[in-house]
């Protein structure tokens, strides 16, 4: 049964990452995502590196029970080095997938990225019984124009606005 997307998805101008059964925390990973969702993928991964080496705290908004506040202005948060890990991974691969489309690697933007639970496994050989922490993650990257190309087409088009004006001595046109 093929997997399906959850967004609608674009293949002209999007890249997809899937990581199936990834063995982090579901609740680590919703947080993480809500961080780096709509941001480039160059900052989010720069992001991710900096919480792994501690710099930096992911805020907690949704599950924050027992958690304590960190440095900043975030309120609650933590620093989930096996997540971040796992996602800078994902961000790796979906980075390969846009280069082999073709796609400008500077110009991307995490469109759409989201963590589910999957399936629990007991885990093997244990005298009391427990299960393994495991989650699904989709992302979609966008290739998006930067801001001063976006001022160049933007110039280019009031360029080719200009009005003519009708000259009544030649009878012609001039622009």
């Not at 960190?70 to 948060?77: A, D, F, L, V």
């Not at 495991?134 to 087409?153: C, D, L, S």
């Amino acid at each position: 049964m093929p997997y399906k997307h959850s967004k609608n998805y674009n293949k002209e101008n999007m890249a997809l990452a899937i990581g199936l059964s990834l063995p982090i925390s579901t609740k680590h990973s919703i947080e993480i995502c809500s961080f780096i969702r709509n941001m480039n993928l160059v900052k989010a991964k720069d992001l991710l590196k900096e919480v792994i080496e501690e710099k930096k705290a992911i805020p907690f908004k949704r599950h924050r029970g027992d958690v304590g506040h960190k440095k900043g202005k975030i309120g609650s948060g933590r620093y989930p080095k096996k997540a971040s890990l796992e996602i800078i991974k994902l961000l790796t691969n979906i980075e390969t997938n846009a280069q082999f489309k073709g796609l400008n690697t500077t110009n991307l933007f995490i469109k759409h990225i989201f963590a589910n639970k999957a399936s629990r496994q007991w885990h093997y050989g244990r005298k009391r019984r427990r299960k393994m922490k495991r989650t699904h993650i989709e992302i979609i990257v966008e290739e998006r124009a930067t801001e001063e190309e976006k001022k160049g087409i933007k110039e280019e088009t009031k360029e080719a606005k200009k009005p003519t004006k009708l000259v009544p001595k030649t009878g012609g046109f001039q622009a």
